[in-house]
Structures are given as structure tokens and as C-alpha cells.
T-cell receptor
Framework: NAGVTQTPKFRILKIGQSMTLQCTQD?????MYWYRQDPGMGLKLIYY???????DKGEVPNGYNVSRSTTEDFPLRLELAAPSQTSVYFC????????????FGEGSWLTVV | GQSLEQPSEVTAVEGAIVQINCTYQ??????LSWYQQHDGGAPTFLSY??LDGLEETGRFSSFLSRSDSYGYLLLQELQMKDSASYFC?????????WGAGTKLIIKP
């Protein structure tokens, strides 16, 4: 029962470094999402995808990039990391684009120093 | 603009009933979801209301009134394991907008 798997779980980056957060799902969902969650706050949508080859910006896309070459994979790339990108990142997937039953990965804790 | 408001913290006693309210503001509304998140964990889906009325799932119920732009999550027979943050999220214009969350503290 894998569901949504994201790696790494923890990472410390230096300012200006780049990295990719990996995300894969085995439920054959068309919709995939990347969220960030700052302490004590709700989730903010970074990017989303409605299917392979299609991606779109969410509320807070600046400093990030995504790709969706397959239905299963939706990696998030951070270019030129900044302290403001210190956050918990969640990948998620769903059958449709309503709020009805979104499945989340376990989260990736990222610190930029 | 689009926004949701929910209380930042609610305290209740084990075995009791608690209601977490959520009001929203948006130009295009399709439904209201509720998610539970334990500290250090991922959000997990609880319920979704697209139409007015009450949806019941075991000890949890969710209510929506579209005319009042208001919903609530009702938790019955509270257990210590229900201590978590609860988020309402509105399905608006094909994006999901999240509230800041309500921390539920349960006392024995």
C-alpha cells in the first residue's frame, strides 16, 4: 500500500544550492500537487498537474519548477534555495480536482541555511 | 478575495462533543473539505460537502450551509487520539484553498 511516496524526508540546503524533491504515486491518479506548509499555517499550493505533460502554477510558485513526464512522477525542483523556502513540503494526488479525498505523502522537511 | 476563517485552537474534554467552525469567502464555490493532521504527520481526508446538509462518517460529521458560507466539523465521543489540527479547505475555481487550521486540545 505505497500510495504517495516522497523523498527525501529531511534535507538541509545552503543558500543558493538547488535540489529536487521526488514524488511518485501508484494509484493512477491524474491530479498531483505540491504544497508547502509553514509552521502553524495551512497549506499553500506551489504547483499542480492535471495529467502527464501538463503543469500549472498555484498560489506560491516563485523559486520552484516542476515536470510531469509520467502519470506516476511529479518532481519539484528548487533553484537557488533561499531561507524563505524553509518549510515542510507535501506531495499529493487525487482522482479529481475537488477537495474530495486527496492523498498526501509523508512530507519533506527542508531547511535552508 | 478568497479566504477561510477557523478558530486557531479549541479545547474539549475526552468523551465530549466538539464543533469546529469554518466560514469562507469566495466568488466560486464547489465544496468544503475537512482534513486531520497530527503533529509531524501528513493531512488525512475526513469528509467533503458539496451540498447543504450533514455528512456523517462514524464519530465525525460535517455540515455545510452554502447560503451562509459556513461549515463545521463535529467530533463526537472524543478520544485522546483525536488531538490534532483540523483544516477546512474550499474547492474554489478549480483550486483548493486551505484554512490556517484549528488545533484541538483534548483533556482527560
Amino acid at each position: 500500500n505505497a500510495g504517495v511516496t516522497q523523498t527525501p524526508k529531511f534535507r538541509i540546503l545552503k543558500i543558493g544550492q538547488s535540489m529536487t524533491l521526488q514524488c511518485t504515486q501508484d494509484m493512477n491518479h491524474n491530479y498531483m500537487y505540491w504544497y508547502r506548509q509553514d509552521p502553524g499555517m495551512g497549506l499553500k499550493l506551489i504547483y499542480y498537474s492535471v495529467g502527464a505533460g501538463i503543469t500549472d502554477k498555484g498560489e506560491v510558485p516563485n523559486g520552484y519548477n516542476v515536470s510531469r513526464s509520467t502519470t506516476e512522477d511529479f518532481p519539484l525542483r528548487l533553484e537557488l534555495a533561499a531561507p524563505s523556502q524553509t518549510s515542510v513540503y507535501f506531495c499529493a494526488s487525487s482522482e479529481d480536482n475537488s477537495g474530495n479525498t486527496i492523498y498526501f505523502g509523508e512530507g519533506s522537511w527542508l531547511t535552508v541555511v | 478575495g478568497q479566504s477561510l476563517e477557523q478558530p486557531s485552537e479549541v479545547t474539549a474534554v475526552e468523551g465530549a462533543i466538539v464543533q469546529i467552525n469554518c466560514t469562507y469567502q469566495t466568488s466560486g464555490f464547489y465544496g468544503l473539505s475537512w482534513y486531520q493532521q497530527h503533529d509531524g504527520g501528513a493531512p488525512t481526508f475526513l469528509s467533503y460537502n458539496a451540498l447543504d446538509g450533514l455528512e456523517e462518517t462514524g464519530r465525525f460529521s460535517s455540515f455545510l450551509s452554502r447560503s451562509d458560507s459556513y461549515g463545521y466539523l463535529l467530533l463526537q465521543e472524543l478520544q485522546m487520539k483525536d488531538s490534532a489540527s483540523y483544516f477546512c479547505a474550499m474547492d474554489s475555481n478549480y483550486q483548493l484553498i486551505w484554512g490556517a487550521g484549528t488545533k484541538l486540545i483534548i483533556k482527560p
